[in-house]
């Protein structure tokens, strides 16, 4: 059979990879992917603009393709899985409607509230003068949040009411966020320590995947600006069997239970980000989508086959499934490009040495092929992943792994992992 994996990060890299591994799989496409998925075994890279729905549509119908994966939120709360699916193209990822979970922070929020998930309180406003009469009110820190889609960076934290009004002023009259900013959400600042729980669902059914843990800020001991996501390991500690159970119980079931009751069934991986503090949890967002890098060290953990996993969701089999995952400990280090979050060089060559050890994956995020070379082209490059005994050993293969690249501005954070070995 043949699949196709929309997007172009580390996170479809690694689902392409693993999705080629299957006997019964005899080509992945990727649209558009990126070095490592042109060079992939059974892996092709496709040019058609993902915002073409309809070329997405012929493309499937040509290639008789079996299963459509969406990696990235944008296609999701854009449409692209209703749209497949009204032309019988077995796809994987919500609709439109259930994606505004992610797409809008005022929709979340009030959808926590309607269906009493543990959220921080919150107000919301669509205009500048109302949002900062509401600052003159609160506590601070505070939290003001881009409504839309803002790449991760539409959150901003801030100490006091004067940079909190900043915050606005940059949200609604500089549109620092474009149409992401017509609205805001500002809630209140939680303390903690934060945790992903990410799953596969479909309406009523759940499989969570192995817990991981994410690293969003930049700097060594998360100091500096918040990125996509600078590392990530599985499992993760932090979250214990009995706050597993919890997460389940009052985050993901309720949530889906009440997008059935929307009229807006889930379907694909659902992304809870949480905050922890004394085993009492808090919902800081979802993500419709499989985190990146979190995908990474999860997906060298999977035994079980992805596109069987995939398959069974659209077919509304969860029930039977049994989802199997090796003991071994996985660590996945971000190689970033000199300047992200904020502007960053690109092109720049990338050499690799050969490097014989097992058990470990070099995964592309913002790569190209041109001219038989490798040349960057994003702010986060690669991601290192391996697997290990225990963290300790996937910790240290995964920057052996590192060692093995190099590219001019190439930095990483030194201690993914660290966290869950306290
Ligand atoms: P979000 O996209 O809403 O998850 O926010 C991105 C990051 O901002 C989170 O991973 C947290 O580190 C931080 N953040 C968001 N909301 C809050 C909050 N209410 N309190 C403290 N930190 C927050
Ligand atoms: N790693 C966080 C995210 O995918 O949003």
Known sequence: M?????????????????????????????????????LENKVSNVAINVDDFTAVKDFCIEKNIALVIVGPEQPLVDGLVDYLHSNNIRTFG?????????????????????YGIPTATYAAFDNFDNAKE??????????????GLAAGKGV??????????????????????????????????????????????????????ATSQDHKAVGDGDVGLNTGGMGAYSPAPIVDEELHQKIIDEVMKPTMRGLIIEDSPYLGF???????NNGELKVLEFNCRFGDPETQPILLRLKSSLVELCLAAIDDKLNDYQIQ????????????SQGYPEDYTKNNEVTFES??????????????????????????????????KDLQEAQSKAYDLVESVSFNGAFCRKDIGNKGMK
């Open 94 to 114: 919500p609709s439109s409607a259930a994606a505004q979970l992610e797409g809008s922070k005022k929709f979340s929020k009030d959808f926590f509230i309607k």
């Open 134 to 147: 509401y600052l003159k009110q609160i506590p601070y820190p505070t939290v003001v949040k881009a409504d």
């Open 325 to 336: 995952w090796t003991d071994e400990h996985a660590c996945g280090v971000v190689i970033a």
């Open 2 to 38: 043949y699949i196709l994996v929309v997007g172009s990060g580390g996170r479809e890299h690694a689902l392409a990879w693993k999705c080629a591994q299957d006997i019964s799989v005899s080509e992945v496409f990727v649209c558009p992917g990126n070095a490592g998925t042109a």
């Open 156 to 209: 901003i934290i801030c100490q006091t009411e004067s940079e909190a009004l900043e915050a606005l002023v940059s949200i609604f009259k500089d549109q620092a966020f474009g149409d992401a900013g017509t609205s805001v959400v500002i809630e209140d600042f939680l303390v903690g320590e934060e945790a992903s729980f990410i799953a596969v669902v479909s309406k009523d059914k759940i499989i969570p995947l």
């Open 355 to 388: 490097s014989a050890m097992d058990g470990k994956k070099l995964f592309h995020a913002g790569t190209k092929l041109q001219d038989n070379k490798v040349l960057t082209s994003g702010g986060r490059v690669f991601c290192a992943t391996a697997l290990g």
């Open 270 to 276: 659902l992304y809870a980000g949480l905050m922890i």
